[in-house]
């Protein structure tokens, strides 16, 4: 029974690892921000627009995840 306990463990430990076991601190930190950063360009975006301050668009020209070309 304690085998099974522990197996369960282990694999329950591995499953909800997921990718962000690869990933050093200086690298999620750096996607964090970003992220941060992409967020913050849009905000302006959106202000920008409710107060008609540009025209109003239905696409970003920011790249929305990595290696995406704008």
Known sequence: M???LIAMTLVA?????????TESPSEHYRRIADSQELQMRMLVE????VLLLT?????TPWAIRKGLPN
């Open 2 to 4: 304690t085998k099974v």
């Open 55 to 59: 025209r109003p668009e239905y696409s």
């Open 46 to 49: 959106d202000i920008e627009m």
């Open 13 to 21: 430990v591995f499953l909800l690892g997921g990718c962000t076991m």
